[in-house]
């Protein structure tokens, strides 16, 4: 990108790419790069510098100036009534579009746009001021002999005007769609630096992969960017949980990976300042639904509890003769298994009152179990589900072997492991009714038995005997041959 001393303002960014074209030699993508800018400072938007470099060797294949082609704002402009000292939310997004061409390879390309300057006070890295920012995305090449050339990359959704209060329930969609009906996972990942941003300058051209990780303050990483109370869902992308009590703006990354066939094609980074502010909601707030697969017992809290002083819990379950409560933070056990709709309305010390619903599953006996069979590297180790579901049926099985290799096709697969260990192997199952299990079993892949035979050719007479003799420590088993009369005691 082009930029000036103290332009202090990128906020965040991804790049996206659409698949136009293709000869028996190249393909062609439209390519559009988003970048977030701070609406309170200002810096240069005119253009963007986008480097594309090869997925195998990270040489640089092109690099090409894009000038911008819209600007629009995001702006919240509606607040929840029971909010206190709402907070200002604004984003100024500026997308920049090209067409590339690139020559069909095998290990795809590696997409990035770089600036030098985040803005300043950042509160979960060290020394943002003087922090660059990356922005990457991945075009496929060969995967097992398959060619994804002809991909188009996940869309994020934009839904960045989520507000955010200090020690208050969050709720942040990093949602994305894709085209080409691919499955896709989320998960959050390190933000990215610029490897001359120490010394405050930036070149227009981005530096070629791979790029060094922000440095995050005690209590923060990649992975847990708003510290250990805030996760996100693998499946929706929805961030949730309970925000830091600092105020201030944190950087969260989040890496959408997708997967076709069981295989993990391609992947987007967005990342994205969040500011958590000095506000408080007295509101009623619940999760989209809940779901027990072991048991009919939920334990309900709100998540705001700000100046609450009226709780008045609907648990939908009209059979019960405990169907509702006043307490903060109620136990039901509800009467059978369903689906119920959860309904909860509160008020807070100076009146306000608020309500909201949610859906809530009960399915129990769901537990997921596997066993195995083999010990062997050098022979396939076969797995079989033994997971039990009293209720629905189970449409997925996700194998994780230990040893990097997954399976999320197949309910009793065979992997061959390539060395022998200790491995841990891990079965995820979810049903048509929405309930997750894991299983975790231990998988002990044994090598060649040691063997030693104290004994070199010998010659004998033919009506003579010689007494053999086998030394391992690890054996558990002998088979000599030839068997018959030539041998006697053979399996000793």
Known sequence: MTIYASAHHIKGGWIGYQYVSSTSTTTTYNVTVYLYVSCTTSGPTDKVVLGVFDGSSNSTVLTKSINNTTHYNLTKGTFNAC????????????????????????????????????????????????TGITITGTIPGIINGI??????????????TAIVCHNASISLPFTATDVDGDSLSYSFTNGLNVANASQNTSSNTPSAPPYPSLTYLNGFSGQQPLGSSVTINPTTGLISGTAPSTTGEYVVAVYVKEWRNGVLIDSIKKELQILVNNCTLSAATLDPSYINCQDFSFTFSNGSSTNI???????????????????????????DTGLYTLKLTVKNTSGCQDSTTASVKVYPGFNAGFYTQGTCYQSPISFFDTSYCKYGAITSWYWNFGDGAVNTTTQNPTHLYSSPANYSASLIIQSNKGCIDTATNAVIVN??????????????CSIDSLQLHAISTSAKSYSWTPTGNTIMNENT
């Not at 061409?101 to 290990?107: I, V």
Request: contains cysteine; negative net charge; aromatic residues 14%.
């Open 147 to 160: 060619s994804y050339a002809n991909n188009n990359s996940p869309q994020f959704i934009f839904q960045d």
């Open 83 to 130: 909010m206190t000292n709402p907070p200002s939310i604004c984003y100024n997004v500026y997308t920049y579009q090209t067409s590339i061409t690139l020559n069909n390879n095998t290990g795809g390309y590696v997409l990035a746009v770089q600036d030098a300057y985040r803005i300043d006070n950042i509160a979960n890295i060290s020394n943002s001021g003087s």
């Open 309 to 335: 002083s009226y709780y008045a819990w609907d648990f939908g379950d009209v059979n019960s003769s405990s169907n509702t409560s006043s307490l903060a933070t109620p136990t039901h056990e509800y009467s």
């Open 447 to 460: 090598g060649k038995p040691d063997l030693k035979l104290p004994f070199t050719d010998t010659l004998i």
